[in-house]
């Protein structure tokens, strides 16, 4: 059984430039939430997606968008780079929406924005 | 004002301390989970909650629904407990309040 992965491990951009993450969530679970961590902060909820259809999204604009594919992995992108995106993007994978599911947590993407 | 608040900030022990976290949140929840961050990022869920008590070995988790406060309780303490620890809430529409952490050091 694999874990969830993410790539790349790190990523330097330049404002203004846009970025996609990936995420291959664990096996059998079809539930993806995607988290933003700046340093020194808690992670932030983007949101989440359920058998490919979005399933709750955070505060954050509209230029941060997703999809979950078929084989339930995922993406994260982001348009129009702003200097405090920079930070830790997390995704974690469940086996279904419910309230009590275990998360299983990615190692990350760094993303600096210069 | 943050939705989930975290005490202490940060925490020094010496090896074998029984530790206390503790978490309020101030939203209606359907679940909280306590996570473990390690120094590079790796997250690792150690509990998920929506009522009662859990234990897995050293770690011990509680949760008052009426009271909106939860608790994350360490025996033993080992250096290799060293880490930020997070509360996380679930709340209505799939979306999740965090904690900013409780990084812990244990001395040996």
């Known amino acids: 059984e694999t874990g969830v992965t993410q790539s790349p491990t790190h990523l330097i951009k330049t404002r203004g430039q846009q970025v996609t993450l990936r995420c291959s969530s664990q096996s059998g679970h079809n539930t993806v939430s995607w988290y933003q961590q700046a340093l020194g902060q808690g992670p932030q909820f983007i949101f989440q997606?359920?058998?490919?259809?979005?399933?709750g999204r955070g505060n954050f604009p509209p230029r941060f968008s997703g999809l979950q594919f078929p084989n339930y992995s995922s993406e994260l992108n982001v348009n129009a780079l702003e200097l405090d995106d920079s930070a830790l993007y997390l995704c974690a994978s469940s086996l279904a929406a419910r309230p009590y599911n275990e998360q299983f947590f990615g190692p990350g993407t760094r993303l600096t924005v210069l | 004002k943050n939705e989930v608040e975290q005490s202490p900030q940060n925490l020094t022990a010496q090896e074998g301390e029984f530790i206390t976290i503790n978490c309020s949140y101030s939203?209606?929840?359907?679940?909280l989970h306590w996570l473990q961050q390690h120094p590079g990022g790796g997250i690792v869920s150690l509990f998920m909650l929506s009522s009662g008590k859990k234990k897995h070995g050293r770690l011990i988790a509680t949760i008052n629904i009426q009271e909106k406060h939860s608790s994350l309780h360490i025996t033993a303490s080992h250096p290799r407990d060293s880490a930020v620890y997070i509360c996380a809430v679930k709340v209505l529409g799939n979306q999740f309040y965090f904690g900013t952490g409780t990084s812990l050091t244990v001395i040996p």
């Open positions: 939203v209606g929840i359907s679940a």
């Open positions: 997606y359920y058998r490919e259809e979005e399933n």
